[in-house]
């Protein structure tokens, strides 16, 4: 599919993944990379366009259609807009099998066959996985879990002993029945990680415990930093 969605909770570096893998599609070519992040408030006409003021979308077609190389248009956060209303009646035509042209605001437009689509969510935030079965069905969708070889290899050359943290963090993420909540290696990735494991636990970690286990007092407690400060350290 040309419409890929990296799916999976905070702190898996999903934005990453998704530059990295524009940034190899179009090395060495002529094609552009562009990000835009869909809200609440994202709508067709600021998608699409409205009468004689084209949208986003719409813009970033008519430059790939200048090139000859793929070009990408990275949607961080596709599912907090419902997605089906963005993109309308565009929808059908991302399969791209037949000629896709459509009139949209009465001018001409279609999608050139040099466009990739990658987006960014968080399952089951704000309208569910997707809203709109239609929309579902023009994506693959490529979940990004928790990747402790990652943390671990990051660590390889810090002062920081990694293990004790990824056996605590393995442990709560099998605890938590939510994958939207599974808690990301992202919040560990820096070099001085040793001097502020402290603050990034009880200031960054414990709120998305907090909210993992909402209904259960003495689990969220289990895993202050008072705690687990000696696993977390040693």
């Given at each position: 599919k040309r419409q890929i969605i990296f799916y999976g909770p905070s702190g898996t570096d999903k934005t990453f993944m998704a530059q990295q893998l524009a940034r190899g599609l179009t090395d060495g070519?002529?094609?552009?990379?562009?990000?835009?992040q869909?809200?609440?408030?994202?709508?067709y006409d600021k998608f699409i366009g409205t009468g004689q003021k084209p949208g986003d979308f719409h813009k970033f077609c008519t430059k790939a259609a200048q090139r000859t190389g793929p070009s990408v248009l990275i949607i961080d956060e596709i599912n907090r807009a419902d997605l089906g209303a963005v993109f309308g009646e565009l929808?059908?035509?991302?399969?791209?099998?037949?000629?896709?042209?459509?009139?949209?605001?009465?001018?001409?437009?279609?999608?050139?066959s040099n466009v990739f689509i990658i987006?960014?969510?968080?399952?089951?935030k704000p309208v569910g996985l997707f809203s709109d079965s239609v929309a579902r069905r023009r994506f693959a969708l490529i979940p990004l879990l928790p990747n402790y070889d990652a943390l671990r290899h990051f660590h390889r050359d810090t002062d920081f002993q990694v293990d004790g943290l990824v056996r605590t963090l393995n442990q709560i993420n099998s605890l938590v029945e939510n994958p939207r909540?599974?808690?990301?290696?992202?919040?560990?990735?820096?070099k001085d990680l040793s001097q502020h494991i402290e603050e990034i636990w009880r200031f960054e970690v414990?709120?998305?415990?907090?909210?993992?286990f909402y209904n259960d007092v003495e689990k969220v407690e289990s895993f202050r930093w008072n705690k687990m400060k000696r696993r977390l350290t040693r």
């Open positions: 070519t002529d094609g552009i990379v562009q990000l835009v869909f809200h609440a408030g994202y709508t929808l059908a035509q991302l399969d791209r099998e037949t000629d896709n042209s459509l009139l949209i605001k009465q001018q001409a437009f279609s999608v050139p987006g960014t969510m968080v399952p089951g909540y599974l808690i990301g290696i992202t919040y560990f990735l820096r414990e709120p998305c415990i907090e909210e993992a």
